[in-house]
């Protein structure tokens, strides 16, 4: 069984860290995040079943084990590591470190290698990162393809430059969206970048230079999908039908998978020696009697001094055990703990009295998480619209954009053009349905100087760059859509 692979380090690390994998499956199902997690996963846990079920080759002697004083100190400092973040870290960074660790098993199961890093990155993509993706990338990758699209657009002769994350055409602003900015397309093509290094045996280096080379590519695409967008939704195209939009997305992706894929067979296998389903990974091995170990005669090869020939045949062996077994145990343990935090203490905003010239109303209903959101939180109604205002102190991931939490909620979100107010200020607008329900949901942030903000996402980066000062006031508006 593959499992024997994992041996006792890598099932001790498997079982210290199940505050991971309870969070992980908590986030796989709660709807907050896209559930695209687990194609990755799948693959993965499909290659261990299969290594499984396969029988031993001839070339390999001995199976793939953790028993190697590399790994386990490999382990060891991914846990150091982790219990020393453990407090303070967010949920995401102990569950990289946690996917990181398994890793090295998984490694030692499916490639025999101490890390590859085409398994790292699936089991990276397996987890729910693209709406942290969207939160800290997606207005940098959305003004990226806005300066790209811009410039290929005056090159064909368009008086087009960009204005932040939009594209400007005299009086007309066209955005370029979440769904355009490139973070989907950018995780469809890191799993197309993971499955084809692992597939064709690529080594790190290999795998690295390849990943490049395909974020560049992702890049180009986007940014020519975002100019060919541009002509449709400004409307200088003589027809224009729905799903030309979607037409057009896919046909980039599918330009973009194909240069990636074409990219992949640049670089040369690495010869494994390796069957079907990849049950072995000696280099150069021979399957005649006694030939197959002949580094024997010629000294430890490369990658094998330190875990046989070095500190495993040294006093420090004992020592790197019980570090190892007091760092599971620490890993373990910590979550039990909690450490004690100053009490905090948030003044309530002032909050507008109107809205929109429409008087408001204070509505006493219990916000979710809202103890914990650097600053304070209010819901009003004018009678036909519901009003939340949230008046923040610091930049913070607990500012997210509100399509995360109806998602979460089992809503349906499409896209909706950004709204212009009577003060020529944009916001991000959004549809949400559910049980036969529709809404609008618009939002912007703004601070005390007159700058206003679209996205979370942008106003983040000016906070954090200071470009900005505190406090910001995010206005979330919902009211009935027509159908």
């Known amino acids: 069984m593959w499992a024997r692979g994992l041996s006792r380090p890598g099932l001790a690390v498997g079982v210290c860290l199940w505050p991971v994998w309870l969070w992980y499956v908590r986030r796989l199902f709660d709807g907050a995040d896209e559930p695209w997690g687990i194609v990755p996963l799948l693959f993965v846990l499909t290659m261990l079943a299969r290594q499984s079920i396969q029988p031993p080759r001839r070339a390999m002697e001995s199976k793939p084990s953790m028993t190697k004083t590399g790994d386990t ?186 240069a990636v894929w074409g990219l992949a067979h640049l670089f040369p296998p690495e010869d494994t020696g390796r069957g079907p389903g990849g049950d072995t990974n000696v280099r150069g091995a021979q399957t005649d009697g006694g030939a197959a170990n002949s580094s024997s005669s010629t000294g430890p090869r490369r990658g094998e001094w330190f875990g046989k020939t070095g500190l495993a045949k040294t006093r420090l062996a004992p020592i790197i055990t019980g570090v190892f077994t007091a760092l599971c145990l620490s890993g373990a343990l910590l979550p039990l703990t909690h450490p004690a935090h100053a009490p905090t203490t948030t003044s309530e905003a002032v909050w507008p009295e109107e809205f929109e010239g429409s008087p ?66 944009r916001w991000s607008a959004f549809t949400a349905s559910r049980d036969g329900r529709k809404i609008m949901v618009r939002e912007i942030v703004t601070d005390s100087e007159g700058n206003s903000w679209s996205t979370v996402s942008a106003w983040y980066w000016s906070a954090v760059l200071t470009r900005t000062r505190p406090p910001w006031l995010l206005t979330v508006v919902v009211a009935a859509a027509e159908n």
């Open 360 to 425: 408001l109303s204070r509505v006493s209903t219990r916000i979710p998480f809202g103890d914990a959101f650097p600053g304070s939180i209010a819901q009003f109604s004018d009678g036909a619209r519901q009003i939340l205002f949230k008046s923040v102190s610091r930049p913070s991931r607990l500012v997210h954009p509100s399509r995360d939490c109806y998602r979460g909620g089992g809503w349906r979100i499409q896209p909706a053009p950004s709204h212009i107010d009577s003060q020529d200020r």
């Open 73 to 258: 100190v490999a382990l060891a400092f991914i846990l150091a590591v982790y219990c020393l973040c453990h407090h303070f870290a967010p949920p995401l960074v102990r569950a990289i470190l946690g996917m990181t660790a398994l890793s090295i098993p998984i490694s030692r199961i499916l490639k025999n290698r101490r890390f590859d890093l085409a398994l790292w990155g699936l089991l990276i993509l397996s987890l729910p990162v693209i709406s942290s993706l969207q939160f800290y990338a997606g207005y940098p990758s959305r003004a990226a393809v806005a300066h790209g699209a811009a410039a290929v657009l005056r090159m064909s002769g368009t008086g087009v430059h960009a204005a932040g994350a939009a594209l400007q055409w005299g009086v007309w602003f066209v955005d370029v969206d979440g769904p355009c900015s490139g973070i989907k397309s950018l995780w469809t093509g890191a799993l197309l970048v993971c499955l084809l290094a692992y597939s064709r045996h690529l080594r790190g280096s290999q795998t690295a230079l390849f990943s490049a080379a395909a974020l560049g590519v992702i890049l180009v695409g986007n940014i020519f999908r975002a100019a060919a967008l541009f002509y449709l939704e400004a409307g200088m195209l003589p027809f224009r039908q729905t799903w030309m939009h979607n037409a057009i997305g896919l046909v980039a992706f599918g330009a973009i998978a194909l």
